[in-house]
């Protein structure tokens, strides 16, 4: 695949052991059926062979459940995926494409077109550890410690007062712990943050109905459409130049 798509970046050499069940299923409809069960990738490491630099790895990667393809659509039947340096669980049906602005994919229409829950957790520094180039970090900066844990789910009950009938509801939360690193030989430390968003759509319109963040040195809290909202944004620039520094 390298070779065929050079501009693909994929790397050139790649090792590693592979065991465990897979089933692809062709039904009339043309969209594939993947079945996994029990995979398990051990001792997956990627190479440059130009110089023999390791450009990532992963000592065990393993892969459950199911996939069907759909146009627009995917479905994930208890999906399970685990890493050195992450763990996600998918159940239901995600829209296949997303944009920072597109009309149909942009982030907020994307999340009123899930209809399932997901549980996604990463650790930072291991992550950096295992692709090294993926994080935007500077050359002299290492991570320490850090992690995110996101959340996707419906929301059936608890409407607020004034929610239309039929519309459907869905919340993102997303939390980090403290990241600690160093940079230039300095401590730098990121307090933790929560981030929460609830999207209401029926069959006329679709809105953000709560955007809110929360963090020691910033709180933001907003709503609104793809074409107007507003936001109330509060900054103590003091905190975050100390943190920072």
Do not use: C
């Not at 997303?98 to 291991?126: E, F, K, Q, Y």
């Not at 991570?143 to 009938?165: F, K, M, W």
């Amino acid at each position: 695949a390298a070779r065929r798509f050079p501009e693909s970046e994929l790397p050139a050499s790649i090792t590693g052991d592979l065991s465990g069940s897979a089933t692809v299923k062709m039904p009339s409809s043309g969209y594939p059926h993947v079945s996994l069960r029990k995979i398990e990738l051990r001792g997956l490491a990627a190479f440059d062979p130009s110089n023999g630099n390791r450009l990532w790895g992963n000592e065990l990667t393993q892969l459950d459940g199911d996939w069907i393809w759909h146009p627009g659509q995917i479905v994930a039947r208890q999906v399970s995926a685990k890493t050195d340096f992450a763990s996600v669980a998918l159940n239901g049906t995600f829209s296949d494409s997303i944009s920072l602005a597109g009309a149909g994919s942009n982030p907020l229409a994307w999340l009123d077109r899930v209809d399932a829950t997901a549980d996604m957790h990463i650790d930072l520094s291991r992550l950096q550890v295992a692709m090294p180039k993926l994080l935007p970090l500077r050359s002299n900066a290492t991570l320490h410690r850090g992690t995110i844990h996101a959340t996707i789910e419906p929301i059936n009950d608890g409407r607020p007062t004034g929610a239309t009938s039929g519309s459907r509801r869905r919340r993102l939360v997303i939390h980090s712990d403290t990241i600690e690193a160093t940079s230039a030989g300095k401590s730098v430390v990121i307090a933790p943050m929560d981030a929460t968003a609830i999207v209401a759509s029926d069959s006329k319109s679709l809105s953000a109905e709560q955007f809110e963040l929360n963090s020691p040195f910033a709180r933001i809290q907003g709503h609104g459409s793809v074409a107007s909202g507003s936001a109330e944004v509060n900054v103590h620039f003091g905190k975050l130049a100390q943190m920072l520094n």
